[in-house]
């Protein structure tokens, strides 16, 4: 498995921006499809943003036109750009590595078998 540490999240105000970063070690992160997943107090998790190893992107479409996901193969990490962030995106956010190499970026959870502890974003209306 791939070892992930999120870190970013915070308290951002409505129409604000936040970036999050994910560290990844272990297997070769760069060779594996990273997502964003989030999960809401009493809401079921949803993978907002993935990206695969060559850098293509998929995104729900809650997130689609404000969020940007990215990765950094010199630093193994990837990085989600919240801009004009809404209360309703208040969650913990998760990084996530998919369980196999050099797939595309999907979104279905159990694609993925590696997950970060989450860092916690609360958007202020």
């Known amino acids: 498995q791939v070892q992930l540490v999120e870190s970013g999240g915070g308290l951002v105000q409505a129409g604000g921006s936040l970036r999050l970063s994910c560290v990844g070690s272990?297997?070769?992160?760069?060779?594996?499809?990273v997502a964003w997943s989030r999960q809401a107090p009493g809401k079921e998790r949803e993978l907002v943003a993935a990206i695969s190893w060559s850098g293509a992107t998929n995104y729900a479409d809650s997130v689609e036109g404000r969020f940007t996901i990215s990765r950094d193969r010199a630093k193994n990490s990837t990085y989600l750009q919240m801009n004009t962030p809404k209360p309703e995106d208040t969650a913990v956010y998760y990084c996530?590595?998919?369980?196999?190499?050099?797939?595309?970026?999907?979104?279905?959870?159990?694609?993925?078998?590696?997950w970060g502890q989450g860092t916690q974003v609360t958007v202020s209306s």
């Open positions: 272990g297997r070769t992160f760069n060779n594996y499809a």
């Open positions: 996530a590595a998919n369980r196999d190499p050099f797939t595309s970026a999907v979104r279905s959870p159990t694609s993925y078998d590696s």
